[in-house]
């Protein structure tokens, strides 16, 4: 009998004769074995038989790395309907147990013994050559159209499926078929599942109108009760993907919604005596649970003070894991300041409150930050910032004017940051939405120098170079530092803000600051 195929790394096969079993019961073939215990049923390996000239062959692939040890076979045996194996991983041996039927051959039920620890266990018959979780996926999704489990394979899939070139009909398919198996198990569940495909296809142009459709459908079974981090999440995602899709209607009552959540409690502006303009910059990062409480609290202020009271840029890091919404200009102000950890806030340049945290400490961090912020809103400063910024078509033309500077020089700089009031990206820490993001600098992060007390700058931004620059970051960042979590690699630029502010490059004061939304060329 010529053996079946499959495909191995880094395995040993061991061949042991053993009587042939009955003809109507043949093992051979590839197997899933599944075992079960109290709160998993990990499948972990791929196991192979094949006979040839009366010996039975077992190998097997285990679910791993390529640093996972070689796994082999030994001591198989199959006779009078049973089959026994051990599986062996350096000096680790896991002994199975089962039951051949003819009842139902494309199923071996057992068990699996480790160190003395029995477990139930299954063999499955499979088509499967690899342990490759999206394989596994696909598997079980087209065997399984109900449970948790083809919910979880179809999130796997719409997931993995643009790295593994899926088609878009594909995509769409398994994203149908994972909701309608979500809706037995409630609300909850399937808006998470909901949002799960709006994250799977916001990045994919061609797919913009379906994310629409599943952030719709997941904006629909929020309800009041819902926590406010859920709801901003849910709200934004739809907010982005009913933009994309044009339905302005819907998207002015979602801004309506959005701008009613709030995370802390907000202090009121009692009044200011200065003129000058705070800036307060954050660094943080998706994947870093200490910045939650921070993210929160930046959020806060920006529902606190109006732009002509201060203004906010927000830098993201890879800390301490890679993070799409790094950019170089965010890497490069994080140096400037000699800083390396997240979160970090600086309010006019100068160190703010440290800390960060849970979301439990959200309010305590937002009352700190605003007790830094409010003392500079009584101060005189000299200097005074004019900036315009216009849009047509991919390019933006900045035109800043700076006047009544009280000092000049090289060291004096004018910076403009180019921002991303609002974007979406669910992190490993909880937050996913994320405001005045910074893109990149106009004329450069380090900024450019004021050495008169009256300067005017005009300067010509090109997007798609922008965007072309960042989508280099994100490959260098994963070439560098590993894979992000989640499909979406957020580079819109959309909708955007410019703000600037002159700073003293010996002091890191920041005098003066301004923000002004980029409008188009025809006045819309």
Not at 15 to 40: R, V
Not at 366 to 386: G, Q, R
């Amino acid at each position: 009998m010529r053996p079946s195929t499959f495909i191995f790394a880094s395995c040993l096969i061991l061949a042991i004769a053993n009587p042939i079993i009955a003809a109507d019961i043949d093992p051979s073939g590839n197997w899933k074995l599944t075992f079960f215990t109290e709160d998993q049923q990990p499948t972990l390996w791929l196991i192979g038989l094949s006979r040839e000239d009366g010996r039975w062959t077992g190998k097997a692939v285990t679910m791993g790395s390529a640093t996972t040890p070689p796994t082999k076979i030994d001591d198989l045996t199959i006779k009078d309907g049973s089959i026994d194996f051990n599986i062996v991983i350096q000096d680790q041996r896991f002994e199975f147990n089962g039951r051949l039927s003819s009842k139902d051959p494309k199923t071996i039920l057992g068990s699996l013994n480790f160190h003395g620890q029995t477990n139930p266990a299954k063999l499955t018959k499979t088509s499967i050559t690899t342990l490759d979780r999206f394989d596994l996926a696909k598997e079980e999704l087209s065997q399984n159209k109900t449970g948790p489990l083809a919910i979880v394979s179809a999130m796997t899939l719409v997931h993995d499926g643009p790295a593994k070139n899926a088609t878009r009909g594909e995509m769409k398919k398994w994203a149908a078929m994972g909701w309608t198996a979500a809706e037995p198990f409630g609300r909850a569940m399937q808006r998470t599942y909901g949002m799960h495909v709006v994250d799977g296809f916001l990045g994919d142009r061609d797919l913009q109108s379906a994310a629409a459709e599943y952030a719709d459908r997941a904006r629909k079974l929020l309800t009041p009760s819902d926590p406010p981090l859920v709801r901003e999440r849910v709200l934004a995602a739809a907010l982005l993907a009913l933009r994309s899709a044009g339905r302005k209607e819907e998207v002015r009552h979602i801004e309506e919604q959005l701008e009613a959540i709030q995370l802390v409690k907000i202090k009121k502006l009692a009044g200011r005596k200065g003129n000058r303009v705070a800036l307060v910059e954050l660094f943080t990062g998706a994947q870093c649970p200490p910045c939650v409480a921070a993210d929160i609290a930046f959020d806060g202020l920006l529902k606190t003070f109006s732009a002509r009271d201060a203004v906010f840029l927000q830098y993201h890091e890879n800390i301490p894991e890679p993070d799409p919404l790094t950019s170089p200009s965010s890497e490069e102000r994080l140096k400037y300041y000699g800083q390396d950890s997240t979160p970090t806030v600086l309010i006019n340049g100068k160190p703010g409150p440290e800390g960060g945290g849970p979301i439990e400490l959200g309010q305590e961090t937002y009352d700190a930050y605003h007790a830094a912020v409010m003392p500079s809103l009584d101060d005189d400063v000299k200097a005074a910032i004019k900036v315009a910024a216009v849009r047509e078509g991919e390019k933006i033309q900045i035109t800043a004017q700076v006047n009544d500077l009280g000092e000049s020089g090289e060291h004096i700089r004018l910076r403009l940051a180019l921002v991303e009031p609002l974007v979406y990206y669910a992190g490993t820490n909880g937050i996913a939405v994320d405001h005045q993001v910074v893109r990149a600098f106009a004329g450069g992060a380090r900024g450019l120098a004021l050495g008169e007390s009256d300067t005017k700058h005009s300067l010509t931004v090109d997007l798609a170079e922008i965007r072309k620059q960042l989508r280099a970051h994100q490959a260098k960042s994963i070439t560098d530092n590993g894979a992000f979590p989640g499909a979406v690699r957020p580079a819109d630029l959309t909708h955007l803000n410019v703000v600037a502010f002159v700073q003293n490059d010996n002091s890191k004061q920041v005098l003066q600051a301004m923000q002004v939304p980029v409008g188009e060329a025809n006045g819309k």
